[in-house]
């Protein structure tokens, strides 16, 4: 089970869809393919090197030790059941995860929301528009959607995360 990561002020509340059954089983969201940590790392909201994110241990003590304490970030899932492919998650299990992540957002106060890929956003906002970039306030905190980070050009996220960094400083 991943253990989400919330406190009040943190720099940016990152939100996913669900977790892979890798990443559940480990319980660190994207671990299964680490190309989010990566991104976060060469966008410099993370300091950490990439041999220690590679390994599954040294990354878990990361998210659990450094994640929020040191670099300010936040996770949470709409929905917490793991699957391979988003497509088996059923109409509407999303409701209760959507709920919280609202929760999240009024009480712990984020500088800054970022939906990881349009899935959870579209999900979230209950539309199936949307553009990249910035979204209108929730719960009166900037709303950012960044693209899925194990699809496409690594720089593409990479850029996106940077200017996240940069609003958040």
């Given at each position: ?67 929020l ?35 999240v ?10 939906f ?54």
């Amino acid at each position: 089970m991943i253990a989400y990561k919330t406190s009040k002020n943190a720099r940016i509340l990152f939100i996913g869809i669900n977790p892979h059954p890798g990443s559940f089983r480990r319980g660190v969201p994207f671990s299964n393919n680490k190309m989010f940590w990566y991104l976060l790392n060469r966008s410099g909201l993370l300091r950490e090197t990439e041999s220690d994110l590679k390994d599954d241990v040294l990354l878990k003590a990361i998210y659990e030790k450094k994640f929020l304490a040191e670099y300010g970030l936040n996770f949470v899932n709409l929905v917490d059941r793991p699957t391979v492919d988003v497509t088996m998650l059923k109409k509407g299990e999303e409701a209760a995860g959507i709920r919280r992540a609202v929760r999240v957002i009024r009480n712990c106060q984020p500088r800054v929301v970022c939906f990881i890929g349009k899935i959870a956003f579209n999900k979230f906002s209950g539309t199936r528009k949307s553009d990249w970039g910035w979204q209108r306030e929730i719960e009166g905190r900037p709303a950012y959607l960044m693209h899925f980070p194990i699809r496409g050009p690594g720089s593409v996220r990479e850029t996106e995360l940077k200017e996240l960094k940069r609003f958040t400083e």
